[in-house]
Nanobody, 126 residues
């Protein structure tokens, strides 16, 4: 069964840190680009970070550059999102997704993400 399970969310104070994990079963994560997305109440889902399947290239949204780091642990078939210096505006449900660009572009287009995790809630509040 092909499945992505994301975890690691929680309640944290502003300035704090969390590490999200995205674990795959039924397929090999390093065959895919892995993206983290988030969706806050009343807002559209937005891309946060992505890591390529080939050379480990990364891409970040401007709002998280310098604070978030995406990384792979191929031995555990897992991708992590380290989130530091969290702000209240980072509050959202975070989703990981696996995708492949048919044109070899990075990051893949939104519609090219094939598998999605169930989401994990991140709340930044004092």
């Amino acid at each position: 069964q092909v499945q992505l399970v994301d975890s690691g969310g929680g309640l944290v104070q502003p300035g704090g840190s969390l590490r999200l994990s995205c674990a795959a079963s039924g397929f090999t994560l390093d065959d895919y680009a892995i993206g983290w997305f988030r969706q806050a109440p009343g807002k559209e889902r937005e891309g946060v970070a992505c890591i390529s399947s080939s050379d480990g290239s990364t891409h970040y949204a401007d709002s998280v550059k310098g604070r978030f780091t995406i990384s792979r642990d191929n031995a555990k078939n897992t991708v992590h999102l380290q989130m530091n210096s969290l702000k209240p505006e980072d509050t959202a449900v975070y989703y990981c997704a696996a995708g492949r660009s048919r044109l070899g572009l990075f990051p893949p287009a939104y519609f090219e993400y094939e598998f999605w995790g169930q989401g994990t809630q991140v709340t930044v509040s004092s």
